[in-house]
């Protein structure tokens, strides 16, 4: 059974960077994503990575300052978040789907993880 634990989450000012991980005993073959929820708001897509790590996709929003990775040897996919602002703060989750590739769709996703907090000050 696939259980999903993120973890780097915390209070950072803005300019400031965090790296996020999850991890998971079997999920070396599948995509991974993360998503984000703001509150009063829809969880919303922030990053999806292929399993062999070849593939990489970005929301607009993030792209250029967040750059997602895999480590299948340790089971652990990573977001590395640079350049935060206050609008990227919420609960980040990592995700799991067991077919197909990468998607921005959280419906696609079939495992998630709890979430880590992620509050950027200004």
């Known amino acids: 059974q696939v259980q999903l634990a993120e973890s780097g989450g915390g209070l950072m000012q803005t300019g400031g960077s965090l790296r996020l991980s999850c991890s998971d005993r079997?999920?070396?073959?599948?995509?991974m994503g993360w998503f984000r929820q703001a509150p009063g708001k829809e969880r919303e897509f922030v990053a999806a990575?292929?399993?062999?790590?070849?593939?990489?996709y970005y929301a607009d929003s993030v792209k250029g300052r967040f750059t997602i990775s895999r480590d299948n040897a340790k089971n652990t996919v990573y977001l590395q978040m640079n350049s935060l602002k206050p609008e990227d703060t919420a609960v980040y989750y990592c995700?799991?789907?067991?077919?197909?590739?990468?998607?921005?769709?959280?419906?696609?996703?079939?495992?998630w993880g709890q979430g880590t907090q992620v509050t950027v000050s200004s």
């Open positions: 995700a799991a789907k067991d077919t197909g590739g990468v998607s921005s769709n959280k419906e696609a996703y079939k495992y």
């Open positions: 079997t999920f070396s073959s599948y995509a």
């Open positions: 990575i292929s399993w062999s790590g070849g593939g990489k």
